[in-house]
């Protein structure tokens, strides 16, 4: 079995974000994508764990990026299992630019869950983890824990809508990232871009579901926030923004 899992791509005009570069939500998708391609080569992907009514699902992303893939570059992600337990396969990633070199890490966190109840399953009998486990580290920080927003510096009310629903019928992770992100304006993502970015995914919102998303943005550069329906969190994130260079 191959325990580093390497997937190229090609980022286009039509991928880019205003600034010529990978949006980070597109950045999510591959690490998604090739999460599913590495365990798809294990035979243990979708189509596999679905025969036993059970999914793989996010938990938790922290992406850290000194710069993002630009329009008609080439880029690749590795990834690599550094460690599980009973109900968390801890999968790491490397974003490399199209001269091989370092340009951001992930670190994601991973659960199996009954597709019917929603309940998570003991993965410690998924012989092939502890098979292809390495000990190569990921080098940024671990995700820190995040906190429910008490007193936001601002908040807007929103309702999910169909395109915001996978297979699942649940909000997809990708779509969590783009309310955040456009909580913010063009002027000011002309200047900064997201260095790094904590997410945690607490509880599946459906169609329909009426939320709020609280910014603490005192800080401008440094802020944590929260998408909530009444007292639950559906999603907490921290995200830290750098300027770009100009």
């Known amino acids: 079995m191959i325990k580093e899992f390497t997937n190229s791509y090609f980022l286009s005009a039509a991928e880019c974000n205003p600034q010529g570069e990978m949006p980070i939500q597109l950045l999510m998708e591959r690490i998604i994508e090739i999460a599913t391609l590495h365990a798809n080569s294990w035979g243990v992907g979708y189509a596999s764990l679905i025969q036993d009514n059970q999914v793989w699902v996010l938990s938790r992303a922290t992406i850290e990026m000194q710069r993002y893939p630009r329009v008609n570059e080439d880029y690749s992600l590795v990834t690599w299992i550094e460690d599980y337990n009973r109900y968390f396969s801890q999968r790491n990633m490397e974003i490399r630019d199209q001269g091989g070199r370092t340009i951001g890490f992930a670190r994601t966190i991973w659960m199996v869950i009954n597709f019917s109840t929603r309940e998570s399953m003991d993965?410690?009998?998924?012989?092939?983890?502890?098979?292809?486990?390495?000990?190569?580290?990921?080098?940024?920080?671990?995700?820190?824990?995040?906190?429910?927003?008490?007193?936001?510096?601002?908040?807007?009310?929103?309702?999910?809508?169909?395109?915001?629903?996978?297979?699942?019928?649940?909000?997809?992770?990708?779509?969590?990232?783009?309310l955040l992100i456009n909580q913010f304006t063009l002027d000011f993502h002309d200047v900064n871009f997201i260095s790094r970015i904590e997410m945690a995914f607490i509880k599946e919102t459906t169609y329909g579901e009426d939320v709020i998303v609280n910014i603490d943005d005192s800080n401008p550069l440094d802020c944590f926030m929260s998408i909530d329906s009444g007292t639950t969190s559906h999603c907490r994130a921290h995200i830290v923004f750098a300027p770009r260079n100009r």
């Open 123 to 178: 993965i410690s009998k998924l012989n092939y983890i502890s098979q292809n486990v390495t000990q190569r580290p990921c080098p940024i920080a671990p995700q820190g824990r995040l906190k429910t927003i008490s007193v936001p510096s601002r908040f807007t009310p929103y309702t999910f809508r169909y395109t915001e629903c996978d297979l699942n019928r649940h909000v997809n992770t990708t779509r969590y990232l783009e």
